[in-house]
C-alpha cells in the first residue's frame, strides 16, 4: 500500500460535502475560520481516536455485521442530508449564538455516519496486519480529513459573505446535494 493510493480513495470523500464539511463550512461563514479552530481540534482528536479503534478491531469485535449496518446507516443519513439540501433556499438566520469549542467537535464526529461509514471502508480497503500501518493509515485519514475541513471553512467564511441571492444559494446548495448523494452512492458501492 502507498500513501498516495491511500489519498487517492480518501480525497472525493474528505473533500465532499457531507454532515462535518457542511457543519464547519457553515461555522465559518458565521464566527470566520480562527473560531472555527477549536472545534475543528476537537473533531480531529475523535477523528484519530475513532480509526484507531475501528483500525484496532472495534467493529470485529461488534460483530460482522456492524461495518455493513454503519454503513448503510451513513449512506441514508447522507441521503436524507443531500435532500434537505436540495430543497434549502434561504440564508441562515442569524442568531446571537456562541462560536463552537474543542468539546462541540468531539459528539460531531460521533454522531456522523459518514466518518463511521469511511472509516469502516477505509479499513476493508486498507486493512492493516500490523499496529504501525494501522496507524499510519488512521493518520493519513485525519490529516487529510482536518486539511478538507479547514478549506471547507474558510470556503463558507468566504462563500457565504458573497451570496446574498437566494436564487445563487440555492444553485449552490443543489451542486452541493448532488455532489453529497453521488458520494453516499459510492460509499455504499466500494
Known amino acids: 500500500m502507498t500513501t498516495l493510493t491511500l489519498l487517492l480513495f480518501l480525497l472525493p470523500l474528505a473533500f465532499s460535502p457531507g454532515p462535518g464539511n457542511l457543519f464547519f463550512a457553515a461555522h465559518g461563514a458565521r464566527f470566520g475560520w480562527r473560531k472555527s479552530l477549536p472545534a475543528l481540534a476537537g473533531y480531529h482528536a475523535a477523528t484519530i481516536t475513532a480509526a484507531l479503534a475501528v483500525g484496532g478491531g ?7 455485521d456492524t461495518a455493513r449496518l454503519l454503513l448503510w446507516a451513513g449512506t441514508g443519513y447522507m441521503i436524507w442530508l443531500a435532500l434537505r439540501l436540495w ?3 434561504s440564508l441562515p438566520r442569524q442568531t446571537d449564538a456562541n462560536h463552537a469549542s474543542l468539546w462541540d467537535g468531539v459528539p460531531l464526529l460521533a454522531l456522523n455516519p459518514k466518518a463511521w461509514a469511511i472509516m469502516a471502508a477505509l479499513f476493508t480497503q486498507f486493512p492493516s496486519a500490523d499496529w504501525q500501518t494501522m496507524t499510519w493509515v488512521a493518520a493519513v485519514f485525519t490529516i487529510n480529513n482536518a486539511v478538507a475541513f479547514l478549506l471547507w471553512t474558510v470556503l463558507g467564511q468566504s462563500l457565504l459573505a458573497r451570496i446574498q441571492n437566494p436564487a445563487h444559494l440555492r444553485q449552490i446548495n443543489r451542486a452541493f446535494a448532488v455532489l453529497l448523494a453521488a458520494v453516499a452512492i459510492w460509499v455504499a458501492v466500494c
Do not use: D, M, T
Open 58 to 64: 472495534l467493529l470485529v469485535v461488534a460483530g460482522p
Open 87 to 89: 430543497r434549502a433556499s
